[in-house]
């Protein structure tokens, strides 16, 4: 059964962008529900994430989401950013509502942006030549 993330659960939740756009419609602004209510597969979605505050004070990240299906109300999707404050993993399957949507990319566009991503996640997984120097030694 799917449900969306809790802070008592899982560590974080969603932020409603919808919400967010009513307190600030002038500088928060989100894509038309049309656009939130018909996501297709593999377009990109960004989430706002939020966890309660770290020790350096972060308390969220906004991140993309790739969706691969929808059930009931619920779009399923994977991460495709590497998260730095909430406790999930490239490619964790995440849950959420049109609600949650604070800006997409456009269908055709999706597979250009995606390949990006991959490609950033890459290089942060790769030692820098500091790093190396830095490990012969010892």
């Known amino acids: 059964k799917l449900r969306l993330a809790n802070a008592e659960t899982d560590g974080w939740w969603l932020a409603s962008g919808v919400a967010r756009n009513q307190l600030h419609p002038r500088t928060f602004e989100i894509p038309s529900e049309r656009i939130r209510q018909s996501l297709a597969k593999d377009q990109l979605a960004k ?10 004070g972060f308390s969220g990240e ?9 059930e009931g109300p619920y779009y399923v999707g994977k991460l495709s950013n590497v998260p730095t404050t909430i406790p999930l ?29 991959k490609k950033k996640r890459a290089l942060r997984r790769r030692p820098t030549t500091s790093a190396k120097k830095r490990r012969t030694r010892h």
Not at 47 to 56: G, K, N, V
Not at 91 to 116: Q, R, Y
């Open 47 to 56: 989430l706002a994430f939020e966890c309660e505050p770290d020790d350096m």
């Open 62 to 70: 906004r991140m993309w989401v790739r969706v691969v299906g929808m």
């Open 89 to 117: 993993k490239f490619g964790s399957k995440v849950i959420f509502l049109p609600e949650h949507v604070i800006s997409v990319v456009p269908a055709e566009d999706a597979p250009i942006f995606a390949g990006a991503l």
